[in-house]
């Protein structure tokens, strides 16, 4: 057999887990070492410091979606890892929330270089159990990653009832039958389910995009889509941003399709994560700041008819 390195395309609408995944495939005990590569929508981005994994590389690609303008990072990204063969045993590329998985598979298999290298072991979908439903409706994207996808995880299942979770789940059913399907609860799915499946399946890829094989893969995204990355240079008060930005996220919700941030709260050691998918936050306290990082507090919204200058305003108003 080949020793062809095997790649894990994780993909998933936007704020439906990748990272959350991404972080447990990194952290559980398997003995494993992964190269990651991350891509992000948007010019300064915070996904590579959400990632906790100690060891592995983390590439990022920023400023453009990996199906469209920085695809070719994507190629000499992995041209770069070729030559350091054998200091990892997989490569995982998370990709942004608004990639069509299409392409980025693609070039696992137009690229003769890539191709002599690597084999696609799975593209793997997170959706949301909460938000698959209207995404459907608005984002071909959200359809797209499902369609493509080898293995589902219907992930935040304990946000839904039982008729609703079973009304999802029929949905993903109708547009792909053929993928194993996990339900979960913050990526809860055993690694060895995910990982090293050998699940690609070619044929199964030309009956949805017969020119799959082709270059020339054209794709749009929905123009009215944006990313807004905003920074404090320093501490927020807490007291200030939590009112802020749950009153932004109660009344903008319905637009802001994304948000997260690392933020230094005053006389706090430890930096604050949040995430942040409409209306629906959740943060944490994590890790202490390192000797040396940088205090300073950053947020990235995502979404439709977004006002920048309200939104840095408003964060602004919350330093310390």
């Given amino acids: 057999m080949s020793e062809k390195i095997p790649v894990t395309v994780l993909t998933g609408y936007l704020g439906a887990g990748k990272t959350t995944l991404l972080n447990r495939i990194l952290t559980e005990d398997h003995g ?19 990632i906790v994994g100690a060891d592995e590389e983390i590439f990022e690609m ?110 993903i059913r109708k547009i792909n039958p053929y993928a194993k399907l996990h339900k979960a609860e913050r990526c809860d799915v055993a690694i060895d389910q995910l990982l090293d499946r050998n699940a690609f399946d070619l044929d199964r890829i030309l009956d949805i995009e017969p020119d799959f094989l082709e270059s020339g893969h054209h794709h749009h995204h929905a123009e009215d889509i944006r990313s807004i990355s905003l920074t404090v240079p320093g501490e927020v008060d807490p007291e200030k941003f939590m009112p802020w930005i749950n009153d932004l996220t109660q009344i903008q919700g319905p637009n802001i399709l994304r948000s997260k941030g690392i933020l230094a709260f005053k006389d706090e050691p430890r930096r604050f994560v949040f995430q942040g998918v409409h209306m629906i936050l959740d943060g944490d306290l994590q890790r202490d700041w390192k000797d040396g990082e940088k205090r300073e507090s950053r947020l990235v919204f995502i979404g439709r008819g977004l006002n920048e200058n309200e939104l840095r305003k408003g964060f602004e108003a919350c330093a310390a």
């Avoid at 990651?36 to 981005?45: D, L, Q, S, T």
């Avoid at 190629?75 to 045993?89: A, E, P, T, V």
């Avoid at 696609?120 to 979908?125: E, F, K, P, R, S």
Wanted: glycine share 6%; proline share 2%.
């Fill in 32 to 50: 494993k070492k992964f190269a990651v590569i991350v891509n992000e929508f948007g010019e300064a981005g915070i996904d590579g410091d959400l």
């Fill in 62 to 171: 920023n400023n453009g979606c990996i199906c469209c303008t920085v695809r070719g990072d994507l190629i000499r990204i992995l041209d770069g890892l070729m030559k350091r063969k054998g200091k990892f045993d997989a490569i995982i590329v998370e990709t942004t929330g608004l990639a069509d998985p299409a392409p980025v598979a693609q070039t696992f298999f137009v690229d003769q270089d890539v191709g002599d290298a690597t084999r696609l072991d799975a593209v793997v979908t997170v959706t949301d159990a909460k938000w698959l439903k209207d995404r459907l409706k608005d984002a071909p994207e959200a359809k797209n990653q499902i369609a493509f996808a080898d293995v589902i995880i219907l992930n935040k299942t304990d946000l839904v009832s039982a008729e609703e979770l079973a009304e999802v789940e029929a949905q």
